[in-house]
C-alpha cells in the first residue's frame, strides 16, 4: 500500500472506498456540491492543506472541475497538487446507467490509473509511516482515555479537537483516522493526560 503524506480530497464515499484499498493516508469526502455549503469540511481541508498539504482527485466532468476550482479559491497553490484522472467514456458497475457526461468518474477508473496520476500530481512519501513499530490509535484507546462512550466524552472530545484545531462535528471513526495520520500515538497520550487532568 503506497503511504502518502498528503491528505486526499475525493467527491464521493465510493471514490474514497477505492482510494483506502491503494493508498495509506487521510481522504476527505466531499459529497459532492455538498462542500458549498459545509464550513466544517472546509476548514478541515483548510487544516489538513495547512499541515499536510492536500492532493485534490475529483472526476473528470463538470462537476469535478467545479469542485476542483472551489477547493484552489481557499487553499494556497503551494499547498495544493492536483491529481487529473483521464476521459475514458463509460460506467460505474454499481450505476444503472452512465453519468449526465457518459464517462467514468474516479470510483470507476482502473487502479493502476489512479496510482499513475497520484504519482504524477508528484506525492510526497509518508516517511513518518514506515516506522513498522509505530502504535496506531484505536477506538479502545478512546474509550481508556474517555474520549469516546463515557459521560465526559462529549466534553473531553470537543478538547482534544480543539487543541488540534479540528472540526468538531468530526465522526468517530473519521477523527480516529485523522489522528493516527497526524500526531504519534505518544503525542496522543500526552495530550490526553493534558485533558484528563482539567477538572470537569
Known sequence: MLKIKEAIVVEGIYDKMKLERLVD?????????????????????KKLAKDKGIIVLTDSDRAGFTIRNYIKSFIPAHRIKHAYIPEIRGKEKRKAQAGKEGILGVEGIADETILKVLSAANYSLDKRSDESNTAKISKLDLFRDGIYGKQSSSLKRDWLLEHLGLPKRLGTNA?????NHMITYDEYKDICKSINSKSI
Open 175 to 179: 477523527m480516529l483516522e485523522i489522528l
Open 25 to 45: 493516508t487521510i481522504i476527505v469526502v466531499t459529497y459532492g456540491f455538498s462542500i458549498f455549503n459545509d464550513k466544517e469540511t472546509v476548514d478541515l481541508i
